[in-house]
């Protein structure tokens, strides 16, 4: 379009009449479809220059088209686009998206692809036991875990030796869907910060307090906060936690849990249930959300405190020891009534009272922390 003929449109379309030239005469076409036939030849990437549009804009109160056809709303989603799409990838902008959320499946995908040699080398897979307590494992104890599911287990147990590293990718997407699962944000919030505190860390870095459990114990949080059925129990925990005076720091109950479900792994406590069911991990993850869930049953009907942490934890684990199928039953039990949409996991009562926000002052006892004599073998891994 040459420069004479360009002001001549320019000139008949500030008049509101456009002529089509042709070898014959046509009707004078309407505004809507002679502003088309102006910018239909035109690419999307020229029109925000080009003097046509300019003039359309300049008159857009004087211009309201009676119907809004399928090529104008095509050309409203072409133009839009031209102001989200990089010119070097061609992708549409996202700097402002949260982060995505990782599933549980990944994130144990990305341990069982890296090299994880130095921290195996750490791992006891099974405690020593010497005297008449190796007589008596030998003649009553569980049962061996069967040869197959041996790396399965080393593992897990490797993973507990993992610390959290701030600058993995991997590392910080875990810990943004344990927040956002659990506060239910749709933003990223910071790794370190008082936020955390609030979930139930004991300071406003979680890696200071997975001693005993590694990163596994952020594996397990992100395991139930991933499923709708746990997500839902671990919300109401983490509600209780709250409770104006049966709060306990939420996590780091959840990092203890993940400990005492090590300890049972260790003791060949789960290696019925693992040769069962040919596998380790599910094993281990669902003994700890079925442990959790007692946990919880027995400090909300029995009315404990901070103050019997310790206890209430060691109790926990001595009887989630020895009968761990019983465990897995009532957690499947649960289950099945979440399905049914039937009451609330922790009772038939719900935690009710003020939330108390987390305090900083709670003294919680923890398994690591209890006298050596009350645990059989040792804590280390």
């Not at 399928?70 to 031209?82: M, P």
């Not at 610390?163 to 943004?176: A, E, F, I, N, T």
Request: with cysteine.
């Amino acid at each position: 379009m040459n420069e004479n003929s360009h002001s001549f449109h320019e000139k008949e379309l500030r008049d509101g009449q456009v002529e089509s030239v042709s070898a014959g005469s046509s009707p004078p076409c309407d505004k809507d479809s002679s502003a088309l036939l102006a910018f239909r030849g035109i690419s999307i990437s020229e029109l925000k220059n080009h003097s046509v549009l300019q003039a359309l804009t300049a008159e857009a109160n004087a211009w309201e088209p009676r119907v809004v056809s399928t090529e104008v709303l095509q050309a409203q989603e072409e133009w839009e686009a031209v102001e989200s799409i990089h010119p070097e990838t061609g992708s549409r902008a996202s700097m402002d998206q949260p982060g995505q959320l990782i599933s549980f499946s990944e994130a144990l995908q990305h341990f069982q692809t890296v090299d994880l040699s130095s921290f195996k080398k750490r791992i006891q897979p099974t405690i020593r036991r010497t005297g008449l307590a190796a007589l008596r494992h030998y003649l009553f104890g569980p049962p061996k875990l069967h040869q197959g599911l041996r790396e399965e287990r080393d593992l897990v147990l490797t993973i507990a030796q993992c610390g959290l590293d701030s600058q993995d990718p991997m590392h910080g997407r875990v810990l943004q869907t344990i927040y956002k699962k659990l506060t239910g944000s749709k933003f990223d919030c910071a790794l370190h910060g008082d936020h955390w505190e609030d979930l139930g860390f004991q300071g406003t870095n979680p890696a200071t307090d997975l001693r005993g459990a590694g990163f596994l114990a952020l594996l397990h949080l992100l395991y139930l906060v991933m499923d709708s059925k746990t997500l839902l129990m671990a919300r109401e925990i983490l509600r209780l936690s709250r409770h104006h005076i049966q709060q306990f720091p939420f996590c780091l109950m959840s990092v203890n849990i993940t400990r005492i479900a090590i300890q049972a792994l260790r003791e060949e406590c789960l290696s019925r249930e693992c040769n069962r069911q040919q596998k380790v991990i599910p094993v281990v993850n669902s003994f700890y959300a079925a442990t959790f869930l007692r946990l919880a049953h027995v400090w909300r009907t029995q009315h404990k405190t901070i103050s019997d942490s310790g206890f209430v934890l060691k109790d926990l684990e001595m009887s989630a020891k020895k009968s761990p199928r019983r465990l897995l039953k009532t957690l499947e039990t649960y289950l099945a009534g979440v399905s049914k949409g039937q009451g609330s996991l922790l009772g038939t009562q719900k935690c009710s009272g003020p939330q108390a926000p987390h305090s900083k002052d709670l003294t919680f006892t923890g398994v690591c922390d209890l006298p050596s004599h009350l645990s059989e073998g040792t804590w280390l891994i």
